[in-house]
């Protein structure tokens, strides 16, 4: 790494804090060794598991000591009054202060979003914000957002969502050039509800600075037909929660296949090693780390259940978006799309 980065990490969120926190932290040392980490929750609990740790207790960190948590439960309108003194506040408030680069954290979601957008405020252009995560497909690795922030969308947040897909997809999956589509109900273009359609023509007219596809279906999205999948919360939130039930339906299914026979039994010793390659493939492990795009600020999301590799994947996520200049990259894509908005309007006033 050529520059420092710092990390906010809220130390007392999810399912298996501290620990799970900890682990994952000596895990991505190895990967990042110049990265600076700053825990936020109880000294008295986080010091003895980072002396234990291989790496990390010798590594650039400091505890930022608080004895008030979130819990998994609480309503992000009582945190957002009541939780200024708590691990994952105080962490955001680190980033929010410029002291920290980026903010981790493996709890409640609601409220990591509403102190987040609290403290950080939109990026500049950006009206809400997104979550956006990244999963397996038959041809790589895709990315989709929004997966649950916003229930409904107009067709300049559907815009915005695609800017900040594209950059985040550059960044995080490293692909030169991304390809985008809007999800619908079908590929024709006229199909669909009135922003949809608003939204890809906006879309179309930016091709020269993106590769928009137009729209794409459903089956679209695990068949990886483009890198960037854009959609509004309600739709997206589904199709991930979909995605991930089928998923381990399919894993039960092959477990109880493999069970019901000597012969199949058998059958598993051979297949073992081809098993393992597709238990690794979708590990969620793997694809841990959801963003909230269109804060002024970097703010990952790790899944409360999740365990060190998983919340190491996390805090990957966020070193590489504040490594690769994230936050500025969308700015000046925005920036582009305002130019070409205030250009058709002058030429809309010329013409009238």
């Given at each position: ?30 990967r ?10 109880d000294?008295?609990r ?44 105080l ?58 922030a ?34 619908n ?17 906006i ?42 039930g ?13 069970k ?30 959801a ?16 365990d ?17 200049g ?27």
């Amino acid at each position: 790494m050529t520059s420092q980065i710092t990390l906010a990490l809220d130390a007392m969120g999810g399912d298996r804090a501290p620990g799970l926190v900890i682990d994952g932290a000596d895990i991505a040392i190895e990967r990042f060794p110049g990265m600076r980490l700053v825990l936020v929750g109880d000294e008295a609990r986080l010091r003895p598991l980072i002396e234990n740790t291989k790496r990390l207790k010798s590594a650039n960190h400091e505890i930022l000591h608080t004895d008030e948590q979130v819990g998994a439960t609480d309503k992000p309108s009582v945190v957002l009054r009541s939780g200024r003194k708590s691990s994952m506040r105080l962490a955001i408030d680190l980033v929010a202060e410029g002291t920290a680069d980026g903010v981790v954290s493996a709890g409640n979601t609601g409220a990591l979003m509403a102190m987040s957008k609290f403290a950080l405020r939109m990026c500049p252009g950006i009206d809400r914000p997104a979550i956006a995560s990244f999963f397996p497909t038959m041809r790589g690795e895709s990315c989709m957002l929004d997966l649950g922030a916003n229930i409904e969308c107009d067709a300049n947040n559907l815009v915005q969502f695609a800017i900040m897909g594209e950059m985040f997809a550059r960044l995080v999956l490293g692909l030169a050039r991304p390809s985008i589509g809007l999800l619908n109900v079908g590929s024709e273009e006229q199909k669909g509800h009135d922003e949809l359609r608003e939204a890809a023509a906006i879309l179309r007219r930016l091709e020269a600075s993106m590769d928009f596809r137009g729209f794409v279906e459903g089956n679209d999205i695990t068949a990886g037909t483009v890198d960037v999948i854009v959609t509004d919360g309600f739709s997206g939130n589904i199709a991930l929660k979909a995605a991930e039930g089928t998923s381990r339906m399919f894993s039960h299914f092959l477990r109880e296949s493999f069970k019901s026979t000597l012969f199949t039994r058998l059958g598993y010793l051979l297949c073992r090693p081809a098993i393992g390659q597709l238990r690794e493939r979708l590990d969620p492990r793997r694809y841990n780390g959801a963003v909230f795009l269109g804060l002024n600020g970097i703010a990952v999301k790790s899944h409360g259940g999740t365990d060190a590799l998983g919340f190491a994947n996390a805090i990957g996520v966020a070193a590489d978006m504040s490594r690769y200049g994230f936050l500025d990259k969308v700015k000046e894509e925005l920036a582009v799309l305002h130019t070409l908005g205030d250009g058709e309007n002058d030429h809309q006033a010329a013409v009238s």
